[in-house]
Structure formats: C-alpha cells, structure tokens
C-alpha cells in the first residue's frame, strides 16, 4: 500500500508515539513524590519534578544487589552460550553428522517445552545438587533455553560464509580449530554480537526460574526485585518505576548502540 | 591413514558436543523427570507413591484445568490474532518509501517494549489500568465512561487486560519480521503492477501479501508457541485472579507445584500442554524439514 509522504509521517509520528506512552509515562511516574501518582486531577506532567526514587533506590544497598546478581547471571550465560553456540553453529553448517537432521529439529523441539514443565525438575534437581538459591543455579537454567536458538541463529548465520575461505585455510594448512578461529569467526562477529544481545536479553529479562530457584538477595535477579516492590501492601509506585527504568536501560543502550547487526542477525535466518 | 579420519571426525564433533551435551543434560533428563513425576501421588509429599496414569485423569475431572485451558487457549488466539495486525500495520507504515534514517529511526524505537522484561511490563500496565490509572483517567475526561473501572480486578475485564499488556510487549518482533519480508519483495513486481492499473489494495493483497506468506506463517507458529507458554506476565499482573479470570495452565502449574507441592498433578498437566505444543510445532517443523532436505 502507498500513502502519501505527508500522511506517512504523521501515521507513523502519533502511531509510534501511542505505542511509547506507557514508556513515557513509566519515566513520568519516576519523577514525582509517591503520594502524587494518583492524585486527581491527574497531572501529566509533575508540578514538581524531583529525582527522589532515584536516589532512593541509590541508596539502598539491597537494590545495588540485585543489579550486581543479574549482571553476574547474564553475562556468564551470554559467554556460555557465545562459545558453545559458535562452535556448535560452525559444527552444524559445515559438516554433516549421523543424525543430523534430527539434532536440528531436537533443537527447535526444545524452544517449544512450556518453561513451567522445566521449572519442576530444575528445582528438585538444583535444591538436591545444593545449588538452590545460587548464581550457578540460574545460569544453568537460563543457558539451556537460550542456546537452542543462540546455535540455530549462529548456523544460519555461518551457512551464509563462502566455503571458498574454508577451503582456501585448509590449503594454507590450517586445523579445522585454526580455520575455525582465525578465518570463520572474524567474519561471523555480526552474527555472534546479534545472538549475545539476544542470550543477554533473555537472561537479563527472565522471571520464572528467577522466582523458583532463588529466595533472598544473594542471588535474586533484578526482575524479581521489580515482582516483590510490586506485591508489597502499599506500592511505591515512583521507586518502582525509578527501578523499571534503571532496569531496563541497560538493554536499551545496547540496543540502540548495535542494533543494525542485531536486526540483521534476528532477521537473516528466517526470512528466506 | 584411517586414524587420521577417526582424529578429523573427533575434532568434527568436538564442535558441536559442549552445546549439544548441554542440550541434552538440560532437557531430555528432566522431561524424563517430569514424566516419571506425573505417575507418582505426591499427596504425603516426603513419600510419593506410584500411581500410575491417575493424576492425568484426576486432571481432566479437575474445574480448574478447564477454565485454565479456555483462558489459554482466549489468551493466545487473541494475543496472536492482535500481535500480528498491529505488527503488520506497523510493517506497512515503515515500508513505505521514506527516508531511510527515519525509517531506521522508527524501526528501532517501536522495538522498545519488546526489549522489557515481563516484571517492568507487568508493573506498568498494572499503574495503568489500576482504578486511579491513566487509562481510566482518560476514558473518565472523555467522556467514554463515566466512572473509573478496575481492569485487573474485575472478572469480566481482566484478561484483557493482560492481553493488552502482552500484545504491547510482542507486537514489535512479528513488525520486524514482517518488515524484512515486505523488503526482499522486488520494486519492480509492484512498479508493474502499478503500471498495470491494480489499486493500491489489489497490490497488497494480491502481490505483497502472498510474497511474505512464508514468513507470516513463521512468525504466526512461532507466536503461538511463545504466547501459548507465557508465565511471567499473567503471575505478576494477576496471579491468575480474580477468581481464576486469568489463570492459565502454566500459571497454574505453578501454584500446583509451588504452593500446593502437588508434584505429580502439576508435571501431569505440564506433559498435557507439551502434547498441546508438539500439535501447533507439527507445522513449523515440516517447513524447517522441507528447508533442511
């Protein structure tokens, strides 16, 4: 469908600003006293703006915490999954197994496990192991769910890299490890950067095993922080949009920094 | 000679057995342990007793299991049928023939709610359609509604309020997907029939609509599957409540097997939604077995 250019900025300007009022809104929140978040008639925008709950949430050591403990989750499992899905992706593009075919399907089979099903035997097996309550128990967890697509998104990626520059390594006497290492992989860095962003995501974001596998602050991730202010008797609701937003800026930033290749990398193994 | 081919296929497989063994260790063992729960009565929890395929009937005689299987099932085809339209008005917004900077500028920022994790969604959507919230505080000034309603709290409004709140959250991904599918189509295939006289709708629909038929379809499996096993959202918008409005089977589950302990029962309905999922992923994975052959 074409409209014209006019029409189109102004669809997608109110369109795009409808879908970020509730964003907006959260940073709105952020900025004002507690007792003015339902106050009637509602202000849009504070009459006094203030950075209280920031400081507030800067203050609290507890908080600190929690943005220590998802950093620690998150980043050990996008290194895991870095490294193992790499391999594993050049593995699957460039030689054939017995079986094959039915590792790759095994791998997307694995995407559509109900998370809840896991959950029951992570706990009994993480609390009998004593890692109940532990960073290793949730980078465990999150590893697992996060490498079947981490693998088919580097293998889609690697299948699109001539074989000619393997072929020209193997002539120069290199190892499959060296080809892997030093021809196959500089190449790859947009794809791999695509994949890390989206392990990041996803452990960084994750609720479930959060709740399941952990119970006070010494390995409890941010998101559950934001779960518990939420549920306590009166809510305060600027300190927990001050955390939302704190939160979630981190991803934003990487995001807006590498997003070319991570639309790409997202986009280039489906759409074919 | 041959203990040069056994070295090169060890290395071969040194590749892809860390990712692989991980897979395995971390999915087929605790299948097999969900399954093995399911067969055991967890009722005196310290000593499960083998009973076989009872908790699988005592789930169907379950009133629970039913409405939280309709919710699902209301939560998903609803959810999916709105990600995907908005997704697709969005894509046919950004594909038109504008700047390429503003183009990208957009693209990225509509990908904003896709990036927040279901705790920062939840809370937000939760201030929002709370009684004093912004959403009724509009619908009051303007006249839609003449006192505020407490979405979430109400039976009869709340799962659609979570679903709002989910649509916001997944819409972005099925825009980006159907985007890079409108691009690969040639100009020149539109141009012609342009030319050709075809009006604008007779062009999408006839030319653009059946050219990303293959990645719709991808993104609308892929949807399902991921809506069909939302858990975070509905726990911390709702909890399920009120009285079971928005209970779903995982959140279901998971009351079952954390609050309850009722081990077996909870890993009986999990195996019921894995077969549920096995039937929408029959779909995705012929396509990806056609691709792979």
């Known amino acids: 469908m074409k409209l014209k250019p006019l029409s189109i900025y102004v669809c997608l300007t109110l369109g795009t600003l409808l879908i970020l009022s509730p964003i907006i809104w959260m940073f709105l929140i952020s900025i004002r006293d507690n007792v003015d978040v339902f106050r009637l008639p509602l202000q849009i925008i504070p009459d006094e703006p203030n950075i209280q709950a920031y400081i507030q949430i800067f203050n609290n050591s507890d908080m600190f915490q929690l943005f220590i403990n998802s950093y620690i989750i998150a980043l050990s499992v996008t290194c895991i999954c870095v ?82 520059l393997d072929d020209a390594a193997k002539i120069d006497g290199c190892g499959l490890y060296r080809t892997f290492f030093s021809v196959i992989l500089p190449p790859s860095l947009p794809g791999l950067i695509a994949m890390a962003i989206y392990t990041f995501i ?39 949009m001050a955390l939302s937003i704190l939160g979630s800026l981190p991803l934003i930033i990487v995001f807006l920094f590498i997003q070319r290749y991570f639309l790409q990398g997202l986009t280039s193994g489906s759409v074919k | ?120 969604v939840g809370s937000i959507w939760v201030l929002l359609l709370s009684p004093f919230g912004l959403v009724n505080v509009i619908l009051v000034n303007s006249g839609i509604l003449e006192s505020g309603i407490p979405w979430l709290s109400d039976e009869r409004f709340a799962l659609f309020g979570v679903i709002l709140a989910n649509v916001w959250r997944g819409f972005p991904f099925a825009m980006l997907m159907i985007l890079a599918a409108f691009q690969t189509i040639p100009e020149d295939t539109l141009e012609a029939a342009e030319v050709d006289g075809a009006t604008q709708l007779k062009r999408f629909f006839l030319i653009s609509l059946p050219q990303i038929k293959g990645i719709l379809l991808t993104v609308t499996t892929l949807e399902l599957i991921w809506t069909f096993r939302t858990f975070d959202l509905i726990y911390i918008m709702t909890g399920g409540g009120p009285v079971n409005s928005t209970e779903i089977l995982s959140t279901y589950v998971y009351f079952k097997a954390f609050q309850n302990l009722d081990f077996g029962f909870a890993s009986a309905i999990s195996i019921y939604m894995l077969i549920f999922m096995l039937i929408f992923a029959v779909f995705y994975v012929r396509a990806i077995i056609r691709r792979e052959d």
């Open chain 1, 83 to 164: 490294l193992f899905a790499a391999l594993a992706g050049f593995g699957l593009s460039r030689f054939s197994y017995k079986g094959k075919k039915y590792l790759v399907i095994y791998t997307l089979l694995t995407q559509m496990f109900p998370m809840v099903l896991l959950a029951i035997p992570y706990f009994l097996v993480i609390s009998s192991l004593g890692l109940y309550n532990s960073y290793i128990a949730l980078i465990i967890a999150y590893t697992s769910f996060a490498l079947p697509f981490a693998i088919l998104m580097m293998r889609d990626f690697m299948n699109s890299i001539p074989r000619e």
């Open chain 2, 1 to 120: 000679m041959k203990k040069s081919i056994l070295k090169e296929r060890a290395i071969k497989i040194s590749f892809i057995l860390p990712a692989m063994s991980v897979l395995i260790l971390l999915t087929i063992y605790p299948l097999y342990l969900v399954i093995e729960m399911s067969l055991f009565d967890f009722q005196d929890y310290g000593n499960p007793v083998f009973s076989g395929i009872e908790n699988y009937i005592l789930v169907f005689k379950d009133s629970i299991f039913w409405i939280a299987l309709r919710n699902t099932l209301l939560f998903t085809i609803l959810s999916v049928t709105l990600v995907i339209i908005t997704g697709m008005i969005f894509a046919i917004l950004l594909n038109q023939k504008i700047n390429q900077k503003v183009r990208s500028f957009f693209r990225s920022i509509v990908m904003f709610p896709w990036l927040l994790s279901s705790a920062v």
């Open chain 1, 202 to 240: 996803l452990a960084w974001n994750e609720y479930l095993f959060a709740i399941v596998l952990t119970q006070n602050n010494n390995a409890r991730p941010l998101t559950v922080g934001i779960g518990m202010l939420m549920g306590e008797f009166t809510t305060e609701w600027n300190q927990l």
